[in-house]
């Protein structure tokens, strides 16, 4: 169990590092400036995590976190990197099979359809509050698979609800981590381009200091001469 989780971590930090080694220095915006890249990165991460899950307390429970970067893909990504983690976790998993596809899907579907529409809240709000609600997504998703579970297969809520409640433990921990490991990198990424911005005009400010002195002291002996032409009366030679 301890080593399918470590790998579907891993998965899940890879694109993160995989993003530090290859953006641009000064031209770093997560999901935006390279959106592509960040799309190819969280694909392959979901994929890995469906391919290589692990087992949780019972030999019998397959769990993996492919919903971690489904969900921040959604938030960070928008409606078309959703779409695209979605069109991708749905073919890994009808190529999967097993029990419990159709939830699966229904559950992915849910959340790249639901989740981008919390976007534009989740970039107004605090660092926090944006940890809370990202909590509180994974919960609800986790929540949704319980409860259909339920309703699909019979299976007895009160029977494995200690299980559920780890696993949302689990994954939202793991979830709120990778939030709070991309809100450092971004506020990384602004301190270096206000960084940038500033030595810029700390040039500017240099060269105009420079040029201004040059300016400054021939300018000064013309007004010296202007001066010395309104009081005194000089042939035209001199």
């Not at 989740?115 to 534009?120: A, D, I, N, S």
């Not at 450092?184 to 500033?198: G, I, N, P, S």
Request: glycine fraction near 6%; charged fraction near 15%.
């Amino acid at each position: 169990m301890m080593t399918g989780m470590i790998n579907n971590i891993f998965f899940i930090v890879f694109p993160l590092i995989v993003y530090q080694m290859l953006a641009t220095a000064g031209q770093r915006n997560f999901f935006v400036s390279h959106r592509f890249m960040m799309t190819v990165l969280f694909s392959v991460s979901l994929v890995l995590c469906m391919l290589f899950p692990y087992q949780f307390i019972t030999d019998g429970y397959i769990f993996d976190l492919r919903q971690v970067p489904m969900i921040v893909g959604a938030l960070y990504g928008g409606p078309l990197v959703s779409a695209i983690l979605f069109l991708v976790a749905s073919i890994s998993r009808i190529i999967i099979g097993g029990d419990g596809m159709y939830i699966a899907l229904l559950n992915q579907f849910v959340i790249a359809v639901g989740v981008p529409f919390l976007r534009p809240l989740y970039m107004r709000i605090n660092r926090s509050r944006k940890i809370m609600l990202i909590f509180s997504i994974s919960i609800t998703s986790l929540l949704f698979n319980l409860f259909a579970g339920a309703f699909f297969f019979g299976n007895p809520i009160h029977d494995i609800v200690g299980i559920w409640i780890m696993l949302m433990i689990n994954q939202g921990t793991i979830i709120a981590l990778t939030a709070l490991m991309i809100e450092h990198m971004q506020r990384q990424e602004y301190m270096y381009e206000a960084f940038l911005k500033h030595e810029k005009m700390e040039t500017v400010s240099h060269f105009a200091a420079a040029v201004s002195h040059e300016l400054r002291n021939p300018l000064q002996s013309i007004k010296g001469f202007v001066q010395l032409m309104k009081e005194y009366e000089y042939s035209r030679e001199r």
